[in-house]
């Protein structure tokens, strides 16, 4: 049970990391959790980009953000899909 426990707790904290969310694990403290979460994201930029059309009907973009600003916190995903527009 520990080592199914440890496996989960890895994979959903690898699944926040690529969508840009961070892993959060109940405590006892968890209106301390809900606080910083809502900390977070009280100021917020929405990016928006149109890549060129892939080859393939679906592909995976890699995603970069950086910022100049290094006090700044940037959550993004590791990347995308990119799907071709229908013909």
Excluded: C, H, N
Excluded at 3 to 32: C, K, Y
Excluded at 62 to 74: G, W, Y
């Amino acid at each position: 049970q520990k080592v199914r426990d440890q496996r989960t707790t890895i994979g959903l904290r690898q699944i926040a990391q690529s969508t840009g969310g961070e892993f959060m694990v109940f405590s006892e403290a968890l209106q301390d959790l809900v606080k910083g979460a809502e900390d977070r994201s009280t100021v917020y930029y929405l990016l928006k980009f149109q890549p060129e059309v892939p080859k393939a009907d679906v592909k995976w973009a890699r995603l970069k953000v950086q910022l100049s600003e290094e006090s700044l916190d940037v959550r993004s995903p590791s990347g995308l899909f990119v799907f071709a527009s229908p013909k």
